[in-house]
């Protein structure tokens, strides 16, 4: 049973005071996220990440299209005692303590009354927040209040936790905790559904990933395949100091250095390349495929969507 | 949206029902508390206080007054009460907040006046009321015929009448009428004419449906009393001619030449008595005939008709 | 279901109270109330009549604000502030919601009319150095205030389902104001004709009728109440109440939050 099943959701908003014009927030989605992974949600801002959030959560309603969480509708409330959410920038009832805030949200949740104490105390230790017994939230900075958010997002041990920019407004340190934190989740077992446009995280995280610009959603997929897709190079380095001239002719980059000399090709030449320097008898010393990095793929996915040059195009209309 | 859909259902349905039983509720407390307004309204009885609780919102406040005091009236007139002694503050209070609010003259001209049970039975005040009125609005005809109208109908000064309705004709834009009236106040006052006129002048200018229904009664006892009037001379003639009384109502018609047998404003016929007398068949059925009623009859209670 | 209710019940009590302006409110009410027995004092043989009237019109005036000032949002600055979304994230209901948001509004003004009704009883036995029977009715008066308490809670709670803070509060005000006249709104329909009349007796009936529940002038003068009167005054707040809950039910219920 996968974990998150998108099935079409859309969105689309009517804005403007007297004539409404429709707003695509959210282009058809279909998307599946299994059980067990740590699933990123990629795209700059304004992509629709948080849209697709809110759809999910029930907090906005789709234009069309379903889903299904843990293998129930999105709707059924009984479902969310099993999810917790984190929402980007989140603010608290400020009148509250941490503790009180939890334990409300834990009798929200339905966790029982002796349970809830020992989570509580469990669950903020986990998060870093110590020492503040008594500590209204208004009195909170901008990564305790973060902290507080994951907190009640993993209070009630949900099998599914969605997470919208789990890392904004936390420093260097508390980065590396709520990545750790969320490596944890994933040993335990549940499912991690994020979003962020913080590439480097993802990368270090995620066993999959889906791209989205401007409501639509660009790729899905394994880091590595996607990374592997799209660039595909291999480096050559063999001994001597010699180039082929048929290696010449594949428009191989070639760089001498010492008694070796390396050489970066496309993929599909390398079996070309193995032949030529067969035939002059060049010894190979390695073959090692080149991996580039999420951030590179990610530009050039969000550049060659038509979406980019309507992006160029309506940014000076919309100035007007 | 399935779950959300039975939530949206049932909140339609328990709107739609609560609303229906707000209303019936509702009906069922107007029958608890039906002098509701009124005994909150006369806790302060002063028109100075009152004006000055209205915190300078002395239009509305009027308004508000003038509705109690129709209010007043109609559910006292309704189940026959006999007096109507929070009429005059309530008419005071209302004039004294707006004293242009003309309709609130003519009605204390129509029910201060009379006696009970068809008015409060306050003549003095009445005038007072147009007195005043008239002070505040010296360019409105109307108040001067509700005077005059006043010292008519209940004081019978009819000379007073007849310089009311003469000063009210000098009013410019006065209704042709009023000229026509303090003529008729100075040489016929007593007659039927002019009581006609005075009743059917009341009904054209006033629109307050209390008012209307008060002359259009007013108009239908003139015309029994007209008629039986009329008829008695008949009965006379009669017997000065022929030395005897008619036998019947119908040889009395043949002998004045009547269409048919003469009815009442109700189309029940009149009756002849073997002393001659005219009667009408339910005297019951016209408040104010002076006329046409058996001896010792006893008016029951006052009631308006709904038919002109 | 019911423990949720209860639970978003008192977390909506809990914020009311540690809202610093309810404190000034009721301070300021309870000074009415001493200022009453000074009115008392100058004029002499109405002292009883002026401390009830004046007492029990501030409680009801100062409970009506209460109500709506913290009324109003209610629902919209959970909105505005995004609090609902971890709390809609979890089994929530959104008619739980409101419900539980009224209970802990309705709550908080019960305790709040509590003390301000100890406050009234102060200074009424201050000046009479007695109670008697007759004062009884009091607690009836400060029971129908309760009621129409519960009404305007219901009321700005609808508005704040939909509506900013500033138009609720207009809007939520403006019914209590035309809901005190709702007699007299009465008296106008029955004097109108044609369509006028239809339109304003449907208003008349849907604005919120105050002046049945307002007994106060009566129960200073003494005057006794039919328990009829107590019973369909009851039912009516209690149906009235649903309705304007069951709106609010119904706009959330559709709302997009942002």
Redesign the interface.
């Known amino acids: 049973m996968s974990a998150i099943e998108i099935l079409g959701l859309e969105k689309t908003y009517l804005v403007g005071f007297w004539r409404k014009r429709p707003k695509r927030a959210l282009l058809p989605l279909h998307l599946q996220v299994e059980e067990g992974e740590i699933f990123g949600f990629l795209g700059p801002n304004g992509a629709g990440k948080t849209t697709t959030l809110k759809l999910l959560m029930g907090l906005v309603f789709p234009t069309a299209g379903t889903a299904r969480i843990l293998g129930r509708s999105w709707t059924d409330p009984e479902v969310k005692a099993q999810i917790g959410f984190l929402p980007e920038q989140p603010y608290f009832y400020d009148y509250l303590t941490a503790h009180e805030l939890l334990d409300y949200y834990g009798q929200l949740s339905g966790v029982p009354g002796q349970d809830r104490k020992r989570r509580i105390e469990a669950v903020l230790a986990r998060v870093g927040l110590t020492d503040i017994k008594g500590l209204h939230l208004r009195k909170f900075s901008k990564g305790m209040l973060q902290r507080v958010g994951i907190a009640q997002a993993i209070l009630h041990d949900p099998k599914l936790v969605f997470l919208d920019e789990p890392m904004s407004g936390l420093d260097p340190l508390g980065r590396r905790e709520v990545r750790n934190l969320i490596e944890q989740l994933k040993q335990e077992g549940k499912t991690v559904f994020f979003s962020t446009h913080i590439l480097s995280d993802a990368e270090a995280l995620c066993d999959r990933v889906a791209i989205i610009d401007h409501g639509e959603l660009r790729s899905v997929g394994a880091v590595e395949d996607l990374i592997a897709s799209v660039q595909g190079k291999v480096e050559m380095m063999w001994q001597g100091t010699q180039v082929p001239a048929s290696l010449k002719a594949l428009g191989a980059e070639c760089h001498v250095t010492g008694d070796a000399v390396r050489a970066i090709l496309a993929e599909n030449q390398q079996d070309a390349a193995i032949d030529a320097l067969r035939r002059e008898r060049i010894r190979l010393i390695a073959i090692t495929p080149l991996r580039t990095s999420l951030e590179a793929y990610f530009v050039e996915k969000l550049q060659s969507s038509p979406a980019a040059e309507n992006t160029l195009g309506t940014a000076v209309g919309t100035k007007a | 949206?399935?779950?959300?859909g039975s939530?949206?259902v049932i909140?339609?349905f328990?709107?739609a029902v609560?609303?229906a039983?707000?209303?019936l509720?509702?009906r069922?407390?107007d029958q608890?508390?039906p002098h509701?307004?009124l005994?909150?309204a006369l806790?302060i009885s002063s028109p100075k206080i009152v004006k000055r609780a209205s915190l300078g919102f002395d239009g509305l406040m009027a308004?508000?007054y003038w509705?109690?005091a129709?209010?007043y009236f109609?559910y006292r007139h309704h189940n026959h009460e006999v007096s109507y002694n929070e009429l005059a503050p309530l008419l005071e209070i209302t004039t004294a907040l707006d004293p242009q609010l003309i309709p609130a003259y003519q009605f204390g001209a129509n029910f201060l006046a009379p006696r009970p049970p068809w008015g409060a039975g306050q003549p003095d005040r009445a005038i007072q009321l147009m007195e005043y009125g008239i002070a505040h609005n010296s360019d409105n005809w109307q108040l001067y015929y509700n005077l005059g109208f006043v010292y008519y109908t209940e004081l019978k000064d009819y000379k007073k009448a007849s310089e009311a309705f003469a000063r009210g004709a000098e009013v410019p834009n006065a209704h042709p009428f009023m000229r026509l009236l303090a003529a008729q106040m100075a040489e016929h006052a007593g007659e039927f004419s002019t009581a006609r006129m005075l009743w059917k002048a009341t009904l054209d200018t006033n629109r307050e449906?209390n008012i209307r229904q008060n002359a259009i009664e007013h108009l239908r006892s003139i015309k029994v009393d007209e008629d039986v009037t009329n008829l008695e001379a008949a009965v006379t003639r009669f017997g000065q001619r022929t030395g005897r009384l008619p036998s019947s109502m119908s040889e009395l018609a043949a002998a004045e030449h009547l269409p048919g047998i003469p009815v009442d404003p109700d189309g029940k016929p009149y009756v002849l008595t073997s002393e001659g007398r005219v009667l009408v068949q339910n005297p019951d059925d016209f408040s104010f005939i002076t006329k046409g009623t058996p001896p010792g009859y006893k008016p029951s209670a006052a009631k308006f008709h709904t038919r002109s | 279901m019911t423990a949720r209710i209860i639970h978003i019940a008192r977390n909506t009590f809990r914020e009311a109270v540690r809202d610093r302006v309810l404190y000034n409110l009721i301070a300021f009410a309870l000074l009415l109330s001493a200022a009453a027995i000074l009115v008392g004092q100058i004029s002499i043989g109405i002292e009883r009549l002026v401390v009830i009237n004046l007492g029990l019109t501030a409680v009801s005036l100062f409970g009506v604000v209460i109500a709506i000032f913290i009324g109003i949002g209610l629902v919209s600055k959970e909105i505005e502030k995004r609090t609902l979304y971890t709390v809609l994230s979890r089994p929530v209901r959104r008619w739980e919601f409101i419900i539980g948001k009224f209970f802990g509004l309705a709550g908080t003004l019960a305790v709040n009319t509590f003390f301000m009704a100890i406050g009234v009883f102060g200074a009424l036995l201050y000046v009479v150095h007695k109670f008697s029977a007759p004062d009884a009715l009091i607690l009836v008066a400060l029971y129908f205030i309760i009621l129409e308490f519960f009404i305007i809670c219901s009321l700005a709670l609808l508005f704040s389902s939909f509506s900013s803070p500033l138009l609720s509060a207009v809007f939520a005000f403006s019914l209590f104001v035309i809901g005190s006249f709702a007699d007299d709104l009465r008296g106008f329909a029955g004097m109108a004709h044609g369509l006028t009349r239809w339109v304003v007796t449907g208003v008349a009936y849907l604005v919120p009728n105050f002046s049945t529940l307002n007994v106060v002038n009566a129960i200073a003068h003494q005057q006794p109440l039919s328990a009829q009167l107590i019973l369909q005054n009851t039912f009516y707040a209690l149906f009235y109440t649903a309705m304007a809950l069951s709106g609010a039910v119904l706009v959330f219920e559709r709302r997009n939050l942002k």
């Open positions: 949206m399935r779950s959300s939530a949206t909140a339609a328990c709107l609560s609303m039983a707000c209303v509720v509702l069922h407390i608890i508390r509701a307004t005994d909150d806790y308004c508000i509705t109690r129709v209010q109609g449906t």
